[in-house]
């Protein structure tokens, strides 16, 4: 069956130091991946896109990598802030025939110390 | 600015009764989607449409039905046959074209009473 997977536990991490949350999938071949931010009560918001030809993406303190040998995306925050707490959702398209439809990961909530 | 705007924020919903959760967008997207979120678990989409008068199922749409009249809208109607409506609803837009990420509405926490 198709499943993508994320670390259930909550990560904890001390302020300044960098964040790496894992995105796992079987039985997919997507063409992107994508990374949300989730706010309790809120809606997602978009993060970084990466395609299935790029090994890494950047954005300010935010790098994103995507395996597909592993099938896998690490999501990293660097020089980690309290303000960057919050679940983090990763999201794949189903593969060529599947217009934007988006499949989501359960998330991981990361919890900054000050 | 543009956006996409859900309401209300909060619903109440008797049992047996039919309720619809508005979703306006002003950002020109083409596509747009309704998904469900329960406590610990992922987005679960319900409903998706590409282009004005057309939609399709996502993986949960028994009891949910939409619309698709004009393209800034897609409303959400969760029927007395939804068993366990009780979630966090959340819509959300995007170009048609793939690999551009999602815009989502505030959500509508609906609740049965």
């Known amino acids: 069956s198709q499943k993508i997977e994320q670390n259930s536990e909550a990560l904890n991490i001390q302020e300044g130091k960098t964040a790496t949350l894992t995105c796992n999938y079987t039985?997919?071949?997507?063409?992107?991946l994508q990374w949300y931010r989730q706010d309790p009560g809120r809606g997602p918001v978009f993060l970084l896109l990466?395609?299935?030809?790029?090994k890494e993406k950047r954005k300010e303190r935010l790098k994103v990598t995507f395996d597909t040998t592993l099938k896998q995306s690490l999501f990293h925050i660097t020089a980690s802030q309290p303000a960057d707490s919050a679940t983090y959702l990763c999201a794949l398209d189903k593969g060529s025939g599947n217009t934007g439809k988006l499949i989501f990961g359960q998330g991981t909530t990361l919890q900054v110390k000050p | 600015d543009g956006g996409i705007t859900q309401s209300p924020k909060y619903l109440f919903r008797k049992e047996g009764q039919n309720v619809t959760l508005s979703c306006e967008q002003n950002l020109n997207h083409d596509a747009m989607y309704w998904y469900r979120q329960d406590p610990g678990q992922g987005l679960r989409l319900i409903y998706y449409s590409q282009i004005v008068n057309d939609f399709q199922k996502g993986d949960i749409a028994e009891g949910y039905s939409v619309s698709r009249e004009k393209k800034e809208s897609f409303p959400l109607t969760v029927t007395s046959a939804q068993k366990n409506p009780t979630a966090f609803y959340l819509c959300?837009?995007?170009?048609?074209?793939?690999?551009?990420?999602?815009?989502f509405g505030s959500g509508t926490r609906l609740t049965v009473v």
């Open positions: 990466i395609r299935e030809n790029e």
């Open positions: 039985n997919y071949s997507p063409a992107y």
């Open positions: 959300a837009s995007t170009m048609r074209q793939r690999n551009y990420g999602y815009t």
